[in-house]
């Protein structure tokens, strides 16, 4: 049986956390493309944000942020997310061991809804899990401007075993 832990109730180790940000920032290369960069990182909640360059542009007269970098943004602060509420729910076990469940983590379903044009300097996202399961995981992702506007929105769901 497998023993389930309030994530609320959970403050996961610095170490822990600074290994899930390496592998967010550094050790995925496309994240190092898109210049994503963590700010917070809780067993309930991450957030990230990304500065725009020119690289991101989708639509050079409105240099508005590409589709595909809100879509693959969100579905990576979504994966993130997993990630630290796998790490709460085996909070028991040792930092490597939680580490090495994350090598079955791979997105199985994403909607993205495009609320908004991303115009802008810097945009921060916001992911939860809303259910861990034991093979599943389901999120909600936010794509906000500068000033907290709400541009986009993802749902995901990822494979965790």
């Given at each position: ?13 610095p170490e822990f956390i600074a290994a899930i940000v390496d ?118 992702m936010e794509f906000l401007a500068a000033d907290g506007t ?6 995901a769901a990822y494979i965790v075993s």
């Open positions: 049986m497998i023993k389930k832990t309030d994530p609320s109730l959970v403050t996961l180790e592998i967010f920032e550094n050790k995925v290369v496309f994240n190092r493309t898109l210049g994503l960069k963590a700010l917070a990182t809780s067993a309930t909640e991450v957030t990230a944000t990304i500065h725009m360059r020119p690289e991101l542009v989708g639509h050079y007269a409105y240099n508005r942020v590409h589709g595909g970098v809100i879509s693959a943004s969100l579905d990576t602060i979504g994966g993130h997310a997993v990630m630290a509420a796998m790490g709460a729910r085996h909070i028991d076990e040792p930092i490597a061991k939680r580490l090495e469940r994350f090598n079955k983590l791979g997105t199985i379903d994403l909607r993205i809804d495009y609320l908004r044009p991303a115009i802008g300097e810097i945009f921060t996202m916001r992911a939860q899990v809303l259910r861990l399961g034991s093979r599943v995981a389901s999120t909600r709400l541009l986009s929105t993802g749902a």
